[in-house]
């Protein structure tokens, strides 16, 4: 059993800043890539930024330069630094990890959600 537990939303200014963490616990034996999608109101689930467990990372076009994933490996744990903050990221946002586990079975686990609202 895995289990992801975001934190950091919140309601913020336009041009401000969040910082958002995700921490696996459980049965860990390994995380692959850990993911960053986000919903906005009647829109799909987009992923938003992704990085490998070596630290190579990847951006949608509509953050790249404002957003930055990073993650301790140490502590299951990944953040996702999100400046310049405008109303369109307005978003419920969630983790989403690679697990394998100590039992050798390989999970797609996901967080619960933290809602992001930019607005004036």
């Known amino acids: 059993q895995v289990q992801l537990v975001e934190s950091g939303g919140g309601l913020v200014q336009p041009g401000g800043s969040l910082r958002l963490s995700c921490a696996a616990s459980?049965?860990?034996?390994?995380?692959?890539?850990m993911n960053w999608y986000r919903q906005a109101p009647g829109k799909p689930l987009a992923l938003v930024a992704a990085i490998t467990n070596g630290g190579s990372t990847n951006y949608a076009d509509s953050v790249k330069g404002r957003f930055t994933i990073s993650r301790d490996n140490a502590k299951n744990t990944v953040y996702l630094q999100m400046n310049s903050l405008r109303p369109e990221d307005t978003a419920v946002y969630y983790c989403?990890?690679?697990?394998?586990?100590?039992?050798?079975?390989?999970?797609?686990?996901w967080g619960q959600g933290t809602q992001v609202t930019v607005s004036s």
């Open positions: 459980g049965s860990i034996l390994s995380i692959g890539a």
């Open positions: 989403n990890a690679k697990v394998l586990l100590l039992s050798l079975r390989e999970l797609d686990s």
